[in-house]
């Protein structure tokens, strides 16, 4: 069973930028898609982004050019540089498998504000 551990998170105003890390335990971490989900107050959960074990990504509309996946498989760690944050990436950020077929972690807060 797998476990994801996000940490990174903070606040910035809006230019600002942050890397989130994202540590998985588990043996199936480098046969599968990663991906990055966040949850906006008053919003459900959304995908904002995943990468595939070759290195393949796709990116939500709202974060192309922001943001960028990568991961290190020998470290079982997938991570999210974010940049030219804006308010509305406001929300907690998680990773997991893409489909999602593992429990949550706890994510980490992002929060952009003047």
């Known amino acids: 069973q797998v476990q994801f551990v996000e940490s990174g998170g903070g606040s910035v105003q809006p230019g600002g930028s942050l890397r989130l890390s994202c540590a998985a335990t588990?043996?199936?971490?480098?046969?599968?898609?990663v991906g990055w989900y966040r949850q906006a107050p008053g919003k459900q959960r959304e995908l904002v982004l995943r990468?595939?074990?070759?290195?393949?990504?796709w990116y939500a509309d709202s974060v192309k050019g922001r943001f960028t996946i990568s991961r290190d498989n020998t470290k079982n760690t997938a991570y999210l540089q974010m940049n030219n944050l804006q308010p509305d990436d406001t929300a907690v950020y998680y990773c997991?498998?893409?489909?999602?077929?593992?429990?949550w972690g706890q994510g980490t807060q992002v929060t952009v504000s003047l």
């Open positions: 997991n498998f893409f489909p999602v077929f593992m429990s």
């Open positions: 588990g043996s199936a971490f480098d046969r599968n898609t």
């Open positions: 990468q595939n074990s070759l290195g393949v990504a």
